[in-house]
C-alpha cells in the first residue's frame, strides 16, 4: 500500500515489525531458563527445596543434575532441616553425603524410641552392637557394660507395667565417619523436667548400632527416677 504524504511533504516512517520487536530470540535454544542462571542464583533457587524435590530435579537432565549436586545447595538444606551449629565444618565427603547420612541417623534414633515405645525386647537386641564394649547408663545412673548386661537391663525395664511415650525435642547429629552421636530433650509427660539423652552409634556391615545409650534427668522433690 502507498504511503500517505504527510503535510510537509515527508513520508511516514514503515510500520513496526511487531514480530521482530517484540519476540526475544532464546540464545541457547533447547535449554531453560533455569539452566542458564548464574550459579549463585541456581543455589538460592534450589535452596527453597525439600529433600524429595531436590533429588527428583538430579534426574532430569545433565545440567540440572550438575546444579542438584551442588554442595552449597546441599548445605542449605541440611541447616533448614537440621541445625546451624555445625556450620564451620566441612564433611568429608560433601554436604550431599552428610545430609543423607543424617537423616539415616535420625531415623535410627527414632526407631531407638519407637523400641521403648511398644517394649520389643528383641528389636532393641538387633540395634545395639553385639560388642563387650557397650555401654548403657539409664537415669537411675546405673552403668551397664557390655552386651548381654545392657540387654538385661532393657528387659528389666520392658518387664514394668508402665509404658515409655517419650515426646523428644531439640535433637542434635554429629557424624564423624562411622560414628555418630546424637543429643536431644525427652519428655514423658509436661511437668516433669525432661531427661537430657546422649546416644551414640556406629556403622557395621552396613547398618548403624547403638554402641552407647546415656540418659539423665533433673528431678524435682516430689519426682520419682523412671528408669530407661
Known sequence: MPSTPLTNGGTPPPPPDVTASTVVVDD????SMMEQLVPEITTHALSYLDYPSLCRLSMTNSLMRKAAND?????ALYHKDFTLEQDGITPV???KA???TTRAIISVNTEFFSIIRGRALQEMARLWLNSDYVKC????GELFSGYNEVMQSWQLCFNWEQ???FQVHTVR???LTDMAWVTMKAYLNV???PFLITNVFEFHNGRWHMVHHHSSVMLNDDQQVVVH
Not at 28 to 31: D, E
Not at 71 to 75: E, H, I, M, R
Open 28 to 31: 541457547k535454544p533447547g535449554v
Open 71 to 75: 554442595d552449597n545447595a546441599w548445605k
Open 93 to 95: 565427603n560433601g554436604w
Open 98 to 100: 552428610y545430609y543423607a
Open 137 to 140: 547408663i539409664h537415669a537411675s
Open 163 to 165: 509404658g515409655f511415650d
Open 173 to 175: 547429629t554429629r557424624i
Open 191 to 193: 511437668d516433669g523436667g
